[in-house]
């Protein structure tokens, strides 16, 4: 019987041909199966100018072997940061199948083409919302946020929402990528992929819990 790829991940036999973005894809389809609630859903680390960490949940909208990618102001606090310092950490957890998956590395600006794709994926109220807001920035109350939606809504009418210039994506190229799965008695599994840079090959190895 063959095995799954996460079976052999924690066999201690050979994983040097292992994909670590396969190994994600198997794991996320459980999530997908498991999770009552945004499976893709993760906490994205960022630093601000000061090196003082901050860290809030985003949801993962693209992924593939260039990496994970999600959308987002980029005059909120994450973008500004991002541009800042173009590094991030990100953490999924998914409680339900007590496993979790960390990634580190440099992140980089998605192309406008698919800014525009994703951002016309999206329900229409989403996209007068990503329009409205100005994100991470001090708002004297909902009812000013409300009011800036209502006169949105009502220039636009029937017609489509153009993608407002500063709403776009980041993606995170991973040269870290650890899988953890829970263990009785707190002897979990955990294997860490790493690469010195994006373009090269992938080492593993088994972690200590």
Do not use: C
Request: glycine share 4%; hydrophobic share 40%.
């Amino acid at each position: 019987m063959l095995q799954t790829l996460t079976e052999r991940l924690f066999d201690d036999g050979d994983r040097t041909d292992l994909d670590p973005f396969a190994l994600f894809e198997e794991w996320f389809a459980l999530a997908q199966e498991a999770e009552p609630n945004d499976p893709h859903a993760l906490a994205l680390a960022t630093v601000d100018a000061d090196g003082m960490p901050d860290v809030r949940m985003v949801l993962l909208n693209q992924r593939d072997a260039r990496g994970f990618a999600f959308f987002t102001n980029f005059e909120s606090a994450k973008g500004e940061q991002l541009h800042a310092h173009p590094s991030a950490a990100m953490l999924m957890h998914w409680k339900s199948l007590r496993r979790q998956v960390r990634v580190r590395g440099p992140v980089e600006v998605v192309t406008p083409a698919e800014a525009d794709a994703y951002f016309a994926s999206r329900h229409k109220g989403s996209q007068i919302a990503s329009s409205a807001s100005e994100q991470s920035r001090p708002l004297d109350s909902r009812q000013t946020l409300m009011d800036r939606v209502k006169t949105l809504e009502s220039q636009i009418g029937d017609g489509p929402v153009t993608r407002p210039s500063h709403w776009s994506g980041f993606r995170i190229v991973p040269v870290s990528i650890e899988f953890w799965k829970d263990g009785q008695y707190r002897l979990h599994d955990r294997v860490r992929f790493t690469r010195k840079t994006p373009d090269a090959p992938w080492t593993n190895t088994r972690l200590y819990p």
